[in-house]
């Protein structure tokens, strides 16, 4: 019988661990492995962020749903991986670090026959100097906590303003090759919305500071979409969003510095600024966790594992972004060296970026990396679980893929929350990653499926999906109907 371990308790590592512990018989064993208590639902962080949601509401324990559906869960830290073995345990193991309880600092093996390497990324706030949630007036929401922590600064900067107070909000990236612009343009817009709210929108001044070269970039080369009768570019999409909701925008910027209310940054024209501000909400660069890997002698082999990220099955060859092509992306995110190993959602190592890339005059390098959002992960987690199924009932080849190169994904971005007067920008995308070959006329999209619409039932939409998704991941009655 077979024991697939998953490591990391997000989006996919939980959407691969529950299907896959709904579609093996009981003799199989599937365990998890995370250093979070928590399961939470990450896309609702920006409603915690400006105090319309409550922690509470986007989260829930782990453990106990876990127990009750037969998978084994440790609450620990992959520390590193031996894939082949060691002198000592002919099976291959990850080695984990209890974080908490009685077996905390504990170290222990964990052998597998099959690891899926859900970890996620590390939010690098290190890499620009003087990031860290909750100094400098900066903030994050890429965590509950971080958002919880968002808004009690964003409150207290309202109820100054309602006094008397002019300010200055600054939202974007915080790093020059940061990514998730998409929840930054989430952000900014609900609490734009929340100062109208408030009465207090007048004394503010809100901007954008981006390392994308255009508005709507979000790191997927921007798109050409249709929106109503008309069709239009992602960047006149938001450029008009922007000017609608008073919003002004700082682009091509690489944040280098952060000291308290000012934000230093590199432009693509090689001039080093700063933009003041009271609060600050800024997305990190994301890196991988600095795993290492060893064989059975004890020799370091990181590098058949990971770039970063781990590698799967991507043509990682360097070539110039004219030479770039949907084919260089993974199907099905198995790792080359051990086909036991499989890294969907973020874990992954990208081939290459999918905005072009840009330098400053300076040789700097300030572009988005590759957004990751919920949809890709929980669809590539669950192929890697159906692959593994199958091969675990004997099948030789693997036949779930899921490339993002042919992969559409369907995006809600909240404009301000509200059953009345909420809003919600809906964008679909199809493929994730442009062809350019396939689609040459309209930026490497196929037009009939890449669409945008902006209004109240979008916000409507994204609030059933964050209820559906909460029902989804706590495993009730027939969650497995409700797509990734």
């Known amino acids: 019988m077979s024991k697939i371990v998953v490591l990391g308790a997000g989006i996919a590592g939980h959407v691969a661990a529950t299907h896959l512990r709904r579609k093996l018989s009981k003799a199989h064993e599937v365990v998890v492995i995370s250093p979070n208590s928590n399961y939470q639902w990450i896309p609702s962080n920006i409603w915690v962020g400006i105090g319309r949601m409550e922690s509470k509401e986007i989260l829930f324990p782990l453990e106990p749903l876990y127990k009750k559906k037969g998978i084994r869960y440790k609450q620990a830290k992959v520390t590193t991986f031996y894939p082949e073995g060691d002198e000592e345990t002919d099976k291959p193991f ?14 222990e093996k964990v052998t597998y026959d099959y690891l899926i390497n859900a970890t996620g990324p590390k939010l690098a706030f290190d890499m620009t100097e003087g990031l860290n949630p909750g100094t400098n007036k900066a903030y994050s929401v890429c965590t509950y906590s971080h958002a919880e922590h968002a808004w009690h600064a964003l409150d207290d900067l309202i109820q100054q303003m309602k006094k008397g107070k002019k300010a200055k909000i600054l939202i974007g990236t915080g790093h020059a090759k940061s990514t998730c612009q998409g929840a930054a343009f ?28 255009k508005l709507g970039d979000f790191g997927m080369d921007g798109m050409l979409l249709s929106y109503g009768s008309n069709i239009m570019k992602s960047n006149e999409m938001v450029e008009m969003v922007f000017e609608d909701r008073g919003i002004k ?27 003041t501000y009271d609060f600050a909400m800024l997305i990190p660069a994301f890196s991988g966790h600095g795993f290492k890997a060893y064989d059975k002698n004890d020799n370091d082999i990181t590098e058949k594992l990971f770039k970063g990220f781990m590698i799967v ?9 004219e030479e770039w092509s949907v084919q260089d992306w993974p199907e099905t995110y198995q790792n080359p060296s051990y086909k036991n190993i499989f890294a969907p959602g973020i874990a992954f190592a990208p081939p290459h970026a999918i905005s072009k890339p840009r330098v400053s005059k300076n040789g700097t390098a300030i572009s988005p990396a590759p957004p990751r959002t919920g949809m890709p992960s929980g669809i590539t987690a669950k192929l890697v679980a159906d692959n593994i199924i199958d091969t675990i009932h004997g099948k030789k080849e693997l036949h779930h893929k899921g490339s993002l190169g042919n992969m559409g994904a369907a995006c809600i971005a909240s404009a301000g929350y509200g059953m009345t007067q909420g809003s919600g920008i809906s964008i679909t995308t199809y493929p994730i990653v442009p062809d350019y070959k396939k689609y040459p006329d309209t930026q490497g999209r196929q037009l009939k499926k890449t669409f945008g619409e902006i209004g109240l039932a979008g916000h409507w939409l994204k609030l059933a999906l964050h209820y559906a998704f909460l029902y989804k991941a706590k495993m009730r009655p027939f969650w497995w109907l409700i797509p990734e």
């Not at 990850?94 to 170290?107: A, D, F, H, L, R």
């Not at 952000?187 to 901007?207: C, G, S």
């Not at 925008?249 to 933009?275: P, T």
Request: aromatic residues 10%; without cysteine.
């Open 249 to 275: 925008w700082i682009l091509g910027a690489g944040v280098n510095k952060i000291e308290d209310g000012v934000a230093h940054y590199e432009n693509l024209e090689g001039e080093f600024k700063s933009e």
């Open 94 to 107: 990850v080695s984990i670090e209890y974080i908490v309880g009685e077996n905390k600092g504990q170290k």
């Open 186 to 213: 989430e952000y900014i817009l609900n609490v734009e919305q929340e100062l109208r709210r408030h009465k207090v929108r007048q004394m503010a001044e809100i901007v954008w500071i981006s390392n994308e070269s």
């Open 313 to 321: 099955d991507a043509d990682y060859t360097p070539k110039p972004y």
